[in-house]
């Protein structure tokens, strides 16, 4: 009976330990197994891939000085090409004016004409010895016209002011409620002008007066004349001979990069024409990027990492952001010569897009949890936290509880969450389907 017993009480203890066992297995097998991970507070980083092309904000336009009027220059050759950095005094381009040898000869003539009807005059007349009341008059008549001169400057000037600024002139003057000081001031230059003019008549018709020969008069008129004529034959003879000697070779003002070139071999130059554009004295390069299909903003001081072709890259960081004429938003990266040439010259950068990555990182912590641990779409998002529980065996349990968040962004594998979790576990990548409640396992380490 006691050898019965004892066989009994074996059986049972392994019937028990059996149970255990499968009990246990059973478990195993029937829970869900997950990966916890522990939500983390930090800023959210992401690089953003850019395009940029480079640009020089400020420019300078090159004009052939010393052209007026209807006089034109030939451009003979283009010694730049677009990108290429110039130094002060090197050749733009070499032109030649247009007509120039007709041109200088027909001043030539004038000139010439000029001084032998001025000596002739002098030679007839020279014998002609003038009173004190003829030089009071000829001081007077020389008064007279440089007074009237100066009065039709300032009458053109206050026409061209009140135009521009709208305002319709009655009786030459300006109307009464006008307060516009430039305006104002024009009127003051114009009766100041009146009164100069007014004040040289009556000197001139007390001249008058003295009994002047008609002989006088007609000497000083023509003298006059002809060395008016005489003296603008010179200043015109001199001023195409600077251009024409300008003209040959167009030199840079100073160090800087060729932005633009608007002419060629053939074309004609007038005054107003742009030939070349260069970047402006001591002005930098810029690496222009568009940002306008960015979601996040790029804020300056952003580090910058561009290369070109995959080749050499250049650390560098944002310096400026704006508007384009077009009301596309972009960000500017400024660049030294060293950094242009290191990138593959100005020429390059100009005609093509270079990549860029901009390392941008958010301005505040928030809490970090990989996407695939973010469940739901669009407003309806919520994640599984773990609680630790003892079940009726006193054995501690896994269960997870549902919590709603709200997801500010995703950067490829990491999600940026609102809610502050704390340290709190959260369950994703199970193996089968979970829910609120659910009692969950780690997988085997």
Not at 36 to 60: D, M, R
Request: contains cysteine; glycine residues 8%.
């Amino acid at each position: 009976m006691k050898k019965f017993a004892i066989k009994g009480l074996v059986a049972l203890a392994v019937v028990v330990a059996l149970c255990m066992f499968f009990s246990g297995t059973i478990k195993t097998i029937s829970t869900a197994k997950v990966k916890l991970v522990t939500a983390k507070s930090g800023k959210l980083e992401e690089q953003i891939k850019l395009k940029g092309t480079l640009v020089f904000p400020e420019t300078e336009d090159i004009v052939l000085t010393g052209l007026t009027g209807e006089r034109t220059v030939t451009v003979k050759r283009v010694r730049v090409a677009k990108g290429r950095l110039v130094e002060k005094g090197d050749v733009l381009f070499e032109a030649e004016v247009a007509g120039y040898d007709s041109a200088m000869e027909t001043l030539q003539k004038e000139c010439d004409d000029a001084q032998k009807q001025l000596l002739d005059l002098e030679r007839k007349n020279g014998e002609l010895r003038l009173k004190r009341t003829e030089e009071i008059w000829i001081e007077a008549y020389d008064a007279l016209a440089e007074a009237r001169a100066a009065q039709l400057t300032a009458r053109t000037a206050l026409e061209v002011a009140a135009r521009m600024a709208g305002v319709s002139l009655e009786d030459g003057r300006l109307p009464e409620d006008v307060g516009d000081e430039e305006l104002l001031a024009a009127q003051e230059a114009l009766d100041a002008a009146k009164a100069g003019v007014e004040s040289a008549e009556t000197r001139f018709s007390s001249a008058n007066r003295l009994g002047i020969s008609e002989d006088v008069v007609t000497y000083v008129t023509t003298s006059r004349e002809l060395e008016q004529k005489l003296e603008k034959a010179q200043e015109d003879i001199a001023e195409l001979t600077v251009l024409g000697e300008t003209a040959k070779n167009v030199l840079a003002p100073h160090d800087g990069y060729i932005v633009e070139i608007n002419v060629k071999a053939g074309d004609t130059l007038g005054a107003q024409t742009v030939a070349i554009v260069m970047s402006a004295e001591d002005a930098k390069g810029v690496m222009r990027a568009d940002t306008s299909e960015l979601t996040r903003k790029i804020d300056t001081g952003t580090q910058v990492s561009i290369s070109r072709d995959g080749g050499k890259s250049v650390a560098k960081k944002t310096t400026d952001s704006g508007t384009s004429e077009e009301g596309k938003p972009y960000v500017d990266v400024e660049l030294s010569d060293k950094d242009i040439k290191s990138l593959g010259g100005a020429a390059s950068l100009m005609s093509a897009q270079v990549d860029m990555v901009a390392s941008y990182r958010a301005g505040s912590s928030t809490t970090l949890l990989p996407v695939s641990a973010v469940r739901g779409t669009g407003e309806s998002r919520y994640v599984y936290v773990v609680n630790e529980e003892r079940n009726a065996l006193g054995e501690q349990t896994l269960k997870i509880s549902k919590l709603d968040v709200h997801v500010l962004a995703e950067v490829g594998s990491t999600a940026s969450i609102e809610e502050d979790l704390g340290r709190q576990r959260v369950a994703y990548m199970e193996d089968r389907a979970i829910s609120e409640g659910s009692e969950v396992m780690v997988y085997a380490q």
